[in-house]
T-cell receptor, first 108, second 116 residues
Framework: DAKTTQPNSMESNEEEPVHLPCNHSTISGTDYIHWYRQLPSQGPEYVIHGLTSNVNNRMASLAIAEDRKSSTLILHRATLRDAAVYYCTASGNTPLVFGKGTRLSVIA | GAVVSQHPSWVICKSGTSVKIECRSLDFQATTMFWYRQFPKQSLMLMATSNEGSKATYEQGVEKDKFLINHASLTLSTLTVTSAHPEDSSFYIC????????????FGSGTQLSVL
C-alpha cells in the first residue's frame, strides 16, 4: 500500500464546496484510490474510489491527478452531516490500511 | 448497498473475562473479513484478516492467543478478546468486501469495549 498524506483538519461553511486533498506519491500502477469517512462512534463508510479517471457518485466526486500522485475528494455542498474524519487510501488489494485522515468540521 | 452487521454495539466487562464480538455479512458472502481496532482520536489499526475455513492472519504485534478469530461460514466472523484487561478497552470494527469486488469494503458499526 502506498503511504498517504492528508491535512489533519479542515473547516467548511455549510452549503459550500469542500476540497479534501490527499498525496500518495508512491502509488503503484495497480493501486486504487479509496475514500472512506467515519462519523463519530461509527464504523467507516465508503465514499468513492477510482483508478485513473475522475469519478462521480451521489456522495462526492474524486479528482485524480494525471500522474496519480495526488487526488482530491470534492463534496459539492457541505452539510452538517458531512462532518466526519475522511480517510484516503491507495491500495491494490484489501485489507485497507488507514492513515490519520482529515477531520472535517462544517460550520452552520 | 451491502450490509455488515456487528454485535454487540458496546460491552462492559470485568477484567479477566472474555468477550465475543460477532460480524455478519447480511446480503453477501465474504471469504475474507478484516478486524480493526481504534483508540480515541486515532486512526483504525488493522488487527487481523479473517479467512473462511482457515486460520486468521494477524498483523505484527497482535497476539493471536489473546484475540481469537473464527470465520466458520461465509457470512460470520467472530473476534473473542480473551482474559480482557483495561488496556484492551477500545473500539473494535469489522469489515468485509463482496467476493470479486475488493475495491469496496463495508464496515460494521463497531463495538465499544470497556474493561473495568
Amino acid at each position: 500500500d502506498a503511504k498517504t498524506t492528508q491535512p489533519n483538519s479542515m473547516e467548511s461553511n455549510e452549503e459550500e464546496p469542500v476540497h479534501l486533498p490527499c498525496n500518495h506519491s508512491t502509488i503503484s500502477g495497480t493501486d486504487y484510490i479509496h475514500w472512506y469517512r467515519q462519523l463519530p462512534s461509527q464504523g467507516p463508510e465508503y465514499v468513492i474510489h477510482g483508478l485513473t479517471s475522475n469519478v462521480n457518485n451521489r456522495m462526492a466526486s474524486l479528482a485524480i491527478a494525471e500522474d496519480r500522485k495526488s487526488s482530491t475528494l470534492i463534496l459539492h455542498r457541505a452539510t452538517l452531516r458531512d462532518a466526519a474524519v475522511y480517510y484516503c487510501t491507495a491500495s491494490g488489494n484489501t485489507p485497507l490500511v488507514f492513515g490519520k485522515g482529515t477531520r472535517l468540521s462544517v460550520i452552520a | 448497498g451491502a450490509v455488515v452487521s456487528q454485535h454487540p454495539s458496546w460491552v462492559i466487562c470485568k477484567s479477566g473475562t472474555s468477550v465475543k464480538i460477532e460480524c455478519r455479512s447480511l446480503d453477501f458472502q465474504a471469504t475474507t473479513m478484516f478486524w480493526y481496532r481504534q483508540f480515541p482520536k486515532q486512526s483504525l489499526m488493522l488487527m487481523a484478516t479473517s479467512n473462511e475455513g482457515s486460520k486468521a492472519t494477524y498483523e505484527q504485534g497482535v497476539e493471536k492467543d489473546k484475540f481469537l478469530i473464527n470465520h466458520a461460514s461465509l457470512t460470520l466472523s467472530t473476534l473473542t478478546v480473551t482474559s480482557a484487561h483495561p488496556e484492551d478497552s477500545s473500539f473494535y470494527i469489522c469489515s468485509a468486501g463482496e467476493q470479486g469486488a475488493v475495491e469496496k469494503l463495508f464496515f460494521g458499526s463497531g463495538t465499544q469495549l470497556s474493561v473495568l
